[in-house]
């Protein structure tokens, strides 16, 4: 019946047209349906789970979801404004429900970049998905991505507790320094005598990195970088870390980035900046050894990264999970045991059994040097080295495969 239907629609172009119609007309449908009670009925006795709280990055990661996603236009735009969080799929340790991933399916470019489109954000996704983590029975969850800014960071009243939050930005500025510590030590550098710079300096995260590059073991010398509009902000983060550099060996310096400003000169980036345009060129990559891009979705194109892949190294910051870990969700990561380092957080401090909210605001060095101590208990580290579009990476042969895409 299905193989005659095709050949039907393939053969009759005002058939094949209807069918188009429909398909372009029918409310989204979910290929997976998660109810809440499932989750929680599989928990463990007592425990609740954890839960991973993102967004779609951008509008090809809807297909990972919907069976019908449409061409974008104001009409499929606030059909998403109106289609409520999800759970995308339950996060399993070996055979045992922990969790659940919640999505919400509104694209990052259609509300981060008005005050407007935040509190939409807020009002209609991010507050039913903790209703929905509450259903489900989560008592910690982590959000991902850009999330954060839709609560401030952990500092706006809240009606549902639990689940508690931690917005990942420890783990994150945890994981980037171990990356960095990885890349140099894989490319033959000396993390101590390296020139580090940082994109997104003056962001909230950014400047939690920065902090804790120049914790302990630092690199010779941090460059901030960030827009023209932000140079006071730089200038002023740059003489608070040179004054709590108590060894005071590393040097910082602050620079601005826009298209007509050459880059200086460094060993390796880190990409901490919050965009949904890319605006590193293949150029612009090949000024470094290395680029650890924790930018959602990403600073660089594709194309781009594609460009200078034989001269530069270009990867995602994740974390590689603890044995039995499988979030079950088609994220751009390696393998399922793979996670981003915002939800490790969340998993550390499920696992702590943290009755509160855990990371909120921007952490001390202390707190970050805490969260690190955590990952490590709990089993996550560094994994291999793989791409922002989802390949992975031979050092040595510079040979890459081409799986389908995969993410959120």
Not at 51 to 72: C, I, P, Y
Not at 123 to 147: D, I, K, W
Not at 305 to 310: G, I
Request: with cysteine.
């Amino acid at each position: 019946m299905k193989t005659s239907l095709l050949k039907e629609v393939s053969t009759q172009p005002e058939q094949h047209a209807a069918l188009n119609l429909h398909l372009n007309s029918a409310p989204l449908a979910l290929k997976h349906t998660n109810h809440p009670e499932q989750i929680r009925d599989n928990l463990p006795g007592g425990h609740g789970g954890v839960g991973f709280l993102f967004h779609a990055t951008d509008w090809d990661t809807l297909s990972f979801s919907f069976h019908n996603v449409k061409h974008r236009n104001a009409a499929f735009e606030e059909e998403l404004w109106n289609t409520r969080p999800f759970i995308a799929s339950p996060i399993y340790s070996g055979s045992q429900v922990i969790g659940a991933n919640i999505a919400c399916p509104v694209p990052l470019e259609m509300w981060l970049g008005s005050p407007r489109g935040i509190k939409r954000f807020r009002e209609t996704q991010f507050f039913p998905a903790l209703e929905l983590a509450r259903q489900a029975g989560l008592n910690m969850v982590a959000m991902g991505a850009s999330t954060p800014y839709a609560c401030n960071y952990g500092a706006l009243p809240r009606h549902t507790k639990p689940p508690h939050i931690t917005t990942g930005h420890a783990a994150t500025a945890a994981m980037l320094k171990d990356w960095a510590i990885h890349c140099c030590t894989e490319l033959d550098l000396d993390f101590g005598k390296s020139r580090l710079a940082l994109f997104g300096a003056a962001g909230q995260l950014g400047t939690t990195v920065a902090k804790y590059l120049l914790y302990k073991d630092a690199p010779k010398e941090l460059i901030l970088i960030d827009l023209p509009d932000k140079v006071n902000l730089l200038t002023a983060q740059a003489k608070e870390l040179l004054a709590s550099d108590l060894l005071g060996k590393s040097r910082v310096s602050v620079h601005t980035f826009s298209p007509d400003t050459p880059l200086p000169q460094f060993d390796g980036a880190i990409l901490a900046s919050s965009t949904s345009v890319p605006y590193l060129t293949a150029s612009d990559l090949r000024r470094a050894q290395f680029w650890i891009d924790d930018s959602h979705p990403r600073a660089a194109s594709v194309e781009a990264e594609l460009a200078s892949r034989d001269e530069t190294l270009y990867i995602e910051c994740f974390a590689r999970g603890p044995a039995g870990l499988d979030t079950t969700f088609p994220f751009r990561l390696p393998s399922a045991r793979d996670c981003y380092t915002c939800f490790a957080e969340g998993y550390s401090a499920w696992q702590e059994g943290i009755a509160s909210d855990f990371i909120i605001g921007s952490p001390p060095v202390w707190s970050v040097s805490y969260t690190h101590s955590l990952l490590k208990k709990y089993g996550f580290s560094v994994g291999p080295f793989h791409r922002k579009n989802g390949s992975p990476i031979n050092l040595g042969t510079q040979q890459r495969s081409n799986p389908e895409l995969m993410g959120s």
